[in-house]
C-alpha cells in the first residue's frame, strides 16, 4: 500500500503540470489577414482560401471602390492588382505567395508592403501554368525587387 503522502504529492505535481500546460500560449499564433476586394472577384476569394490553408486567421471585407482602398493604403499604381491585404501592420497587394509574407513578416523591413503586379498565372488563387511571381516591395525608398516565388 501507497503512502499517503507519495499519493497525495503525485496528485499535486500531475495537477500542477496540467495546469501549467493549459496556460502555455501556443507555439504559432495564426496571423490575421484583412482582405479587401471586389465582391464580384472569384481569384481574390482563391487566395484568401490559400491564406486560410496556410495558417491565416482571414478577414474578407467586399468594397466597391478597391481603388480607393489602393490610394489610402499608398499601393503604386504600376503594382495594383484585383486585392489588397493588411497583415501585421503591412499591405499586400495581390497574388502574393505566404512565403513572400512570411518572410516579410520574418524580416520586418522598413517598407509599406509587398506586392504581386497584375495577375501571374499560376500564382496562389490564380489557374494556368506557373509563370514566374515576382513580388516587390515599395515604401518610403521606394520600389525594389522582394523575391520571384
Request: charged share 20%; aromatic share 8%.
Amino acid at each position: 500500500m501507497m503512502p499517503r503522502r507519495l499519493i497525495l504529492a503525485g496528485a499535486v505535481a500531475l495537477g500542477a503540470a496540467a495546469a501549467f500546460a493549459a496556460f502555455q500560449p501556443s507555439p504559432v499564433a495564426a496571423r490575421e489577414a484583412v482582405v479587401y476586394k471586389n465582391p464580384q472577384c472569384g481569384c481574390c476569394k482563391g487566395w484568401a482560401t490559400y491564406l486560410q490553408r496556410n495558417g491565416y486567421k482571414v478577414t474578407v471585407i467586399d468594397v466597391e471602390d478597391i481603388e480607393g482602398i489602393k490610394r489610402r493604403l499608398q499601393v503604386p499604381d504600376n503594382l495594383h492588382s484585383c486585392h489588397t491585404a493588411m497583415i501585421d501592420g503591412y499591405v499586400v497587394e495581390g497574388h502574393v505567395p505566404v512565403e513572400a509574407i512570411d518572410k516579410l513578416l520574418t524580416k520586418r523591413p522598413n517598407f509599406t508592403g509587398i506586392a504581386s503586379p497584375g495577375m501571374p498565372s499560376g500564382s496562389p488563387g490564380m489557374d494556368g501554368p506557373k509563370e514566374d511571381n515576382v513580388v516587390k516591395a515599395f515604401g518610403p525608398g521606394g520600389i525594389r525587387v522582394f523575391g520571384t516565388y
